[in-house]
């Protein structure tokens, strides 16, 4: 098995280049810093050469996380064939790490991705090639252009199974050398022209407007009409084609049996599918966001502010991610090179709703909100930021060690957003929600309808949920959830699953109330008769309940692997303790008990100090050596 | 240091050096040193090409002036307030 590595400098369009090679869909991105980890896949047609895409480093002396592990990775593996991707527009900057993997006598095919428009490029191939032995291939991996030639000589080299020696250190001088060559040839890029687009974006006055226009309009569209209309033409569909399929299996089929294909099969998928327009209009946004080059005008825009609250501008890429999945978003962290930074992102990322958590919102909001529905949505996330931004200014303010940061960030350039990119990967995105409704959720509906329709003593219970298992089991903790106005252990119950993946909740509240559609499930909410029925004050103490409280299993375990169990452990137990504490607040208060609020919101403060002062203590060890220590 | 800011028409009347966090928008200069004691810190610029003797303009301030974006040769660069102040700079354009 033969690996070939892409190198190179961040965002110069490696992992388009590795989509192209492999047929994958990994996630690009205009903005440096996307690709956090490393990725392996066979080449197209061929499984005996491995394709591995590392995150780009400026030089192999990095030391942000993500350059570490590409550096390490380098050094391990510098006897198979490198091919180190530039970017046309900065080839003198990329030839300095092009000059350090010479160093180590690594084996080094140069890639030029060519996007802009250069003078004399041509020029340089031939030179490079003739003066320095060396293979190049101009590209244009966004567009997959002349990216066969670079194919064929990597199975050209798989045959030969030679080592690829393309410099030898007799000729690989020095790095003016390679320098020399651009000079020699008068290579001139283009540069980038001024734009307006520019101006306006980052304009002191209107960039906030604009950032403030841009997101209501993605909200808008994807939970106000646009987004219902499509959401109730998918679940539509889907009911017609359960009710053809249904009186077939109905007949001659015992009662549990038609009860489990009904609610333990049917009506859960179909709850959650209804809902993939919204997710898919959700993440096609973000993704001609992330395209055009605005994302990273955002971190620059939002540096100032964050920084002032313990945060960076780099966790602005990390924080967006968290409104599509904390798990990715928690991995998206590596780019920040302060730890300290970095975990404080990841504790407030929780509060940043990721899609998952968009179904229930959206049933709730247009159940008890009725018309209002979109605007509530808007104001949860908006709530949800707030509350996040609240716990990074308290960890910012009052732990011992005060976090200075150094914002350096390369601004990557705006263009159009490459219909082909967003398509594909939006239409990734659709295709996991599916992957995921059809794999991990289904499968746990089975094991919320079994747990939910059977006693302790495996007895079949068609309607009485109570004195099931997971009644039981909801019954004991019922008491601690009095405050929150939450009556009915079903509810405990649709809680308890969402914490194995959030698309759970709407599911289990399907199966607790023997609802087989949506609008059932909505008549049942507001019905203080049924199992699954709340007061409006319930129903906006659930709905801050879900907002807060901690992100599913994959997202925790994500959180180990990257900050230790410890401190994952910590984060999920203060995630639970505000969300607890929030939603009494904003049960109290809607449901008129003022006073207690009151006490509530104190108690929510303290326990808040005094978590965070705890924490704290260990978490930051770093020094500012930027400005002595004048900016703490 | 002697720091004597353009006038409205970005004449410059008489600066030998300043710091880069006192760039106001549409400044044009060279770096002169940069002061940073982090290691990795010098290295990141170095490695973006913020480096003695480059050219750069300053393209925009952020909030309350507190990260600056710069255009040089290789592209451009958004640097936090922090490290600015630890850039010395020389304007280009003269009298």
């Known amino acids: 098995m033969q690996k070939i590595?892409?190198?190179?400098?961040?965002?110069?369009?490696?992992?388009?280049?590795?989509?192209?090679?492999?047929?994958?869909?990994?996630r690009v991105g205009n903005w440096h810093g996307v690709t956090v980890d490393i990725k392996e896949h066979s080449l197209r047609n061929s499984n005996?050469?491995?394709?591995?895409?590392?995150?780009?480093?400026y030089s192999l002396d990095g030391y942000s996380p993500e350059e570490k592990i590409s550096a390490k990775y380098i050094d391990e593996h510098k006897n198979n064939l490198i091919v180190n991707v530039c970017d046309a527009c900065n080839l003198k900057r990329n030839f300095k790490l092009t000059q350090q993997l010479l160093d180590r006598g690594a084996n080094v095919v140069l890639a030029i991705n060519n996007t802009g428009k250069t003078q004399n490029l041509?020029?340089?191939?031939?030179?490079?090639?003739?003066?320095?032995?060396?293979?190049?291939?101009?590209?244009?991996?966004?567009?997959?252009?002349?990216?066969?030639?670079?194919?064929?000589?990597?199975?050209?080299?798989?045959?030969?199974?030679?080592?690829?020696?393309?410099?030898?250190?007799?000729?690989?001088?020095?790095?003016?050398?390679?320098s020399d060559v651009l000079n020699e040839c008068s290579y001139k890029t283009d540069g980038e022209k001024k734009q307006i687009i520019d101006k306006l974006l980052l304009s002191k006055w209107l960039s906030i407007p604009i950032f403030i226009f841009a997101f209501m309009a993605v909200f808008f569209i994807t939970f106000g009409s646009v987004g219902s209309y499509l959401s109730e033409l998918?679940?539509?569909?889907?009911?017609?084609?359960?009710?053809?399929?249904?009186?077939?299996?109905?007949?001659?089929?015992?009662n549990w049996f038609v009860s489990f294909l009904k609610n333990g099969v049917f009506a859960g998928v179909g709850a959650v599918i209804a809902f993939l327009p919204q997710i898919t209009l959700i993440f096609m946004f973000m993704n001609i966001l992330d395209d055009s080059g605005y994302l990273s005008?955002?971190?620059?825009?939002?540096?100032?502010?964050?920084?002032?609250?313990?945060?960076?501008?780099?966790?602005?890429?990390?924080?967006?991610?968290?409104?599509?999945?904390?798990?990715?978003?928690?991995?998206?962290?590596?780019?920040?090179?302060?730890?300290?930074?970095?975990?404080?992102?990841?504790?407030?990322?929780?509060?940043?709703?990721?899609?998952?958590?968009?179904?229930?919102?959206?049933?709730?909001?247009?159940?008890?909100?009725?018309?209002?529905?979109?605007?509530?949505?808007?104001?949860?996330?908006?709530?949800?930021?707030?509350?996040?931004?609240?716990v990074a200014i308290i960890l910012a303010k009052f732990g011992k060690d005060k976090v200075c940061q150094q914002f350096i960030m390369e601004m990557p350039k705006m263009h159009f957003p490459n219909v082909h990119n967003v398509f594909k990967r939006t239409l990734y995105h659709a295709k996991d929600f599916l992957v995921r409704v059809g794999s991990m959720i289904f499968v746990m509906n089975i094991v919320v309808w079994l747990l939910s329709h059977f006693s302790f003593t495996l007895r079949f219970l068609p309607s009485d949920i109570n004195a099931s298992i997971i009644g039981v089991l909801s019954n004991v903790v019922l008491p601690a959830f009095k405050p929150l106005g939450f009556a009915k252990p079903a509810i405990i119950m649709a809680l308890m699953a969402g914490l194995v993946a959030k698309e759970m909740v709407i599911t289990s509240l399907m199966l607790a109330g023997g609802a087989s559609t949506l609008s059932e499930l909505s008549g049942l909410l507001i019905s203080s008769d049924s199992v699954v029925g709340l007061s409006k004050a319930g129903a906006c103490a659930f709905i801050v309940f879900v907002l807060l409280y901690p992100a599913c299993i994959s997202a925790f375990a994500m959180m180990s692997k990257e900050f230790g169990r410890k401190f994952a452990i910590s984060?999920?137990?203060?995630?639970?303790?505000?969300?607890?504490?929030?939603?009494?607040?904003?049960?109290?208060?809607?449901?008129?008990?003022?006073?207690?609020?009151?006490?509530?919101?104190?108690?929510?403060?303290?326990?808040?100090?005094?978590?965070?002062?705890?924490?704290?203590?260990?978490?930051?060890?770093?020094?500012?050596?930027?400005?002595?220590?004048?900016?703490? | 240091m002697v720091v004597f800011l353009h006038n409205k028409k970005q004449r410059i009347i008489n600066i030998e050096c300043m710091v880069l966090s006192d760039c106001k928008k549409g400044f044009e200069g060279e770096i002169v040193a940069i002061n940073v004691q982090d290691k990795n810190i010098d290295i990141r610029l170095l490695n973006l090409g913020v480096e003695p003797h480059g050219k750069f303009t300053v393209l925009f301030e952020a909030f309350g002036h507190k990260t600056l974006l710069i255009a040089i040769s290789g592209g451009k660069v958004a640097i936090s307030d922090n490290i600015c102040k630890k850039i010395e700079v020389k304007p280009t354009c003269k009298k």
């Open chain 1, 5 to 26: 590595i892409l190198v190179g400098n961040p965002n110069t369009g490696k992992t388009t280049l590795f989509n192209t090679l492999t047929g994958q869909s990994e």
């Open chain 1, 48 to 57: 005996e050469i491995i394709i591995v895409d590392l995150p780009g480093l």
């Open chain 1, 122 to 178: 041509e020029k340089v191939v031939e030179k490079l090639k003739k003066q320095f032995s060396v293979e190049v291939f101009i590209i244009d991996a966004r567009k997959c252009k002349n990216c066969k030639d670079l194919i064929n000589y990597i199975h050209k080299a798989k045959q030969n199974n030679t080592k690829l020696q393309i410099l030898n250190k007799d000729n690989s001088n020095s790095m003016h050398s390679l």
């Open chain 1, 234 to 254: 998918i679940g539509n569909a889907y009911a017609n084609v359960v009710d053809c399929l249904f009186p077939a299996i109905q007949n001659n089929t015992s």
């Open chain 1, 297 to 390: 005008r955002v971190a620059f825009m939002f540096d100032g502010v964050l920084s002032k609250i313990g945060l960076s501008g780099k966790g602005v890429l990390s924080l967006l991610t968290g409104f599509g999945c904390t798990t990715s978003a928690i991995l998206v962290t590596r780019n920040i090179e302060n730890e300290c930074v970095r975990k404080n992102t990841a504790m407030v990322l929780p509060d940043f709703s990721c899609s998952a958590k968009l179904p229930i919102f959206m049933l709730f909001c247009s159940v008890f909100f009725k018309m209002l529905g979109f605007f509530a949505v808007f104001c949860i996330y908006a709530i949800g930021v707030l509350i996040g931004l609240f």
């Open chain 1, 571 to 632: 984060s999920a137990v203060f995630q639970l303790s505000i969300a607890y504490i929030f939603a009494v607040v904003a049960f109290s208060f809607i449901s008129g008990h003022i006073l207690f609020a009151i006490m509530f919101t104190l108690l929510l403060v303290a326990i808040m100090l005094g978590f965070m002062i705890k924490l704290r203590k260990p978490m930051c060890k770093e020094k500012c050596y930027a400005c002595e220590g004048k900016c703490l």
